[in-house]
C-alpha cells in the first residue's frame, strides 16, 4: 500500500486522515472521517457516549485497525508506522489503567522503561513528573489508595514521561468531582500553552470543549460541524427563548400561530429559538394572548449547534445499536 501522505514537513498538521472508517459486522462505529489536526491545538472531539469517540482515538493511537482509509500521527502512517506513531504520543485511556499494586513512583519508572527513556534520565524524569501533578508527597503510595482525580492526574505524568509531541486523552475527567476536574484543566493548558504539547481529547462534557481550540462535533461515527466553539455557536444565529405559563399548550399554539415558529412543549414551559431574542420580546408580550409566567433567553450554546445538526440533545440516548461505540474486549 502506497502512503496516501508525502513525508511530514514542519508545516504538516499533527493528525491528517481521510475516510477513516472502523466498523464490527453490521455495526458502524467510524464512517469516513477526514480530520487534520494542527501542532500546538487544544483539539477536543465533542459527542454523546456511543458516538465513536473512543474508536477513533483507538485507531489514531494505533491500539485498532482501521477498516478503510487512510491516517498519519505526527507525519507517521498509522497502520504501517506504529512503532513511530507511539513512540510520539502520550495517552491517557478513559478506563484506569495504572497497576493498583505499585506505588506511584513505581508505576512511573515502569512506564520509563517500557517507552525507552534513557537510564539515567529515568529517575529526574519520574521526579520531575510527580512534582509538576503535585504528587510528590504521595510517591511512596499504592496507586490503588488514591482517589479518583490523583489516578488521572498519575495517568497524564505517566503519559508525558517520554516527551511525546501530542497527548491524546479519552474522556479525561469522567467521574471526578469538580475540584480534580479543575486542577486536571489546569495541568492540560500548561502543557498545551507553555509546553506546546498538542492535545487531543474526547468529551461528552459541553463545558470541557469551551476549554479547546477547535472541536468536532461527533455523531454516529460521523463529524456533523467542526470549529472553534465560539464559531460553532455563531452559525446557529438564534437565541433560546424559554417561556413559562400556567397553560404551555396555548402559548404555543399562539406562537406558532402569530409568529410560525416551531416550538416544544415540556412541561410548563414553551421553547423556541429566534433571531436576537430579546428584541423580540416585546412583539411576544403584545401579541400572545395566553398568561405569561417567566420569560429567559440565552445565547446558543454547543447543545444548540448539537440539535441542529442531529435533531436531538447531547445527552439523550442514542435509539439505535448502530451508534454504540463498541472496542474489542
Known amino acids: 500500500m502506497d502512503n496516501a501522505f508525502e513525508e511530514s514537513g514542519a508545516d504538516d498538521p499533527m493528525i491528517m486522515v481521510r475516510d477513516l472508517e472502523k466498523s464490527y459486522g453490521q455495526v458502524h462505529a467510524v464512517r469516513g472521517i477526514d480530520l487534520d489536526v494542527e501542532k500546538g491545538e487544544l483539539f477536543g472531539l465533542l459527542g454523546p457516549n456511543g458516538a465513536g469517540k473512543s474508536t477513533f482515538i483507538g485507531m489514531l493511537a494505533t491500539i485498532l485497525t482501521p477498516t478503510a482509509g487512510v491516517g498519519e500521527v505526527a507525519g507517521h502512517d498509522i497502520l504501517?508506522?506504529?512503532?513511530q506513531v507511539r513512540r510520539n504520543i502520550g495517552l491517557v485511556f478513559q478506563e484506569q489503567t495504572l497497576d493498583r499494586y505499585l506505588t506511584a513512583?513505581?508505576?512511573?519508572?515502569?512506564?520509563?522503561?517500557?517507552?525507552?527513556?534513557?537510564?539515567?534520565?529515568?529517575?529526574?524524569?519520574v521526579t520531575a513528573a510527580l512534582h509538576d501533578v503535585g504528587l510528590w508527597d504521595e510517591r511512596l503510595r499504592l496507586a490503588g489508595t488514591f482517589s479518583g482525580g490523583m489516578r488521572r492526574r498519575l495517568e497524564i505524568a505517566r503519559g508525558l514521561l517520554h516527551s511525546p509531541r501530542l497527548l491524546f486523552l479519552d474522556e479525561p475527567t469522567a467521574g471526578l468531582d469538580?475540584?480534580?476536574?479543575?486542577?486536571?484543566?489546569?495541568?492540560?493548558?500548561?502543557?498545551?500553552?507553555?509546553?506546546?504539547?498538542?492535545?487531543?481529547?474526547?468529551?461528552?462534557?459541553?463545558?470541557e470543549a469551551e476549554h479547546c481550540d477547535r472541536i468536532a462535533i461527533v455523531d454516529q461515527g460521523r463529524i456533523v460541524a467542526l470549529g472553534s466553539p465560539a464559531e460553532l455557536k455563531a452559525g446557529i444565529g438564534r437565541d433560546r427563548v424559554e417561556v413559562t405559563a400556567e397553560d404551555a399548550v396555548a402559548l404555543a399554539e399562539d406562537v406558532r400561530t402569530e409568529f410560525g415558529?416551531?416550538?416544544?412543549?415540556?412541561?410548563?414551559?414553551?421553547?423556541?429559538?429566534?433571531?436576537?431574542?430579546?428584541?423580540?420580546?416585546?412583539?411576544?408580550?403584545?401579541?400572545?394572548?395566553?398568561?405569561i409566567t417567566s420569560?429567559?433567553?440565552?445565547?446558543?450554546?454547543?447543545d444548540d449547534v448539537f440539535l441542529e445538526r442531529t435533531g436531538r440533545a447531547l445527552d439523550q440516548e442514542p435509539g439505535s445499536a448502530a451508534e454504540q461505540d463498541p472496542l474489542p474486549a
Open 80 to 83: 504501517w508506522e506504529r512503532a
Open 178 to 207: 469538580p475540584r480534580s476536574r479543575e486542577q486536571i484543566w489546569e495541568r492540560v493548558h500548561r502543557l498545551n500553552k507553555e509546553e506546546g504539547v498538542t492535545v487531543f481529547m474526547t468529551t461528552h462534557y459541553l463545558e
Open 295 to 302: 420569560v429567559r433567553v440565552s445565547s446558543p450554546s454547543l
Open 105 to 125: 513512583w513505581h508505576n512511573l519508572r515502569f512506564h520509563a522503561e517500557i517507552y525507552g527513556v534513557p537510564r539515567a534520565q529515568v529517575d529526574e524524569r
Open 261 to 291: 415558529i416551531d416550538t416544544s412543549v415540556e412541561g410548563s414551559t414553551v421553547r423556541f429559538s429566534v433571531k436576537e431574542g430579546s428584541s423580540f420580546l416585546p412583539d411576544l408580550f403584545s401579541r400572545v394572548r395566553s398568561p
